[in-house]
Nanobody, 120 residues
Framework: QVQLVESGGGLVQAGGSLRLSCAAS????????MGWYRQAPEKQRELVAR???????NYADSVKGRFTISRDNARNTMYLQMNSLKPEDTAVYYC??????????????WGQGTQVTVSS
């Protein structure tokens, strides 16, 4: 069984910073691409940033230059450093990872989400 657990969300003023973490645990053979998604009230879930196993990244245009995604393969952990936060960044942030477990094909797992609220 595989679990993804996010942490680091909270309430911050506009212009502030937060760092999200996503830790994968369980019967893991390898983790391929990982990503952060977010969903604001009454909006669809959207990709924020994604990182491959070898460190290649891509970002949503709305967060380029402000957010940085990274990962620690030895710890099966991914991070999202969020700077210069804006009220429109307010959303539930979800971790996603393409994980191969023993004897199984790769499968996209999701975390439970962590709330980020940016006040103006």
């Amino acid at each position: 069984q595989v679990q993804l657990v996010e942490s680091g969300g909270g309430l911050v003023q506009a212009g502030g910073s937060l760092r999200l973490s996503c830790a994968a645990s369980g019967s893991i053979v390898s983790i391929n691409a990982m990503g952060w998604y977010r969903q604001a009230p009454e909006k669809q879930r959207e990709l924020v940033a994604r990182i491959t196993r070898d460190g290649s990244t891509n970002y949503a245009d709305s967060v380029k230059g402000r957010f940085t995604i990274s990962r620690d393969n030895a710890r099966n952990t991914m991070y999202l450093q969020m700077n210069s936060l804006k009220p429109e960044d307010t959303a539930v942030y979800y971790c996603n990872a393409d994980i191969r477990s023993r004897g199984l094909a790769p499968y996209p797992y999701w975390g439970q989400g962590t709330q980020v609220t940016v006040s103006s």
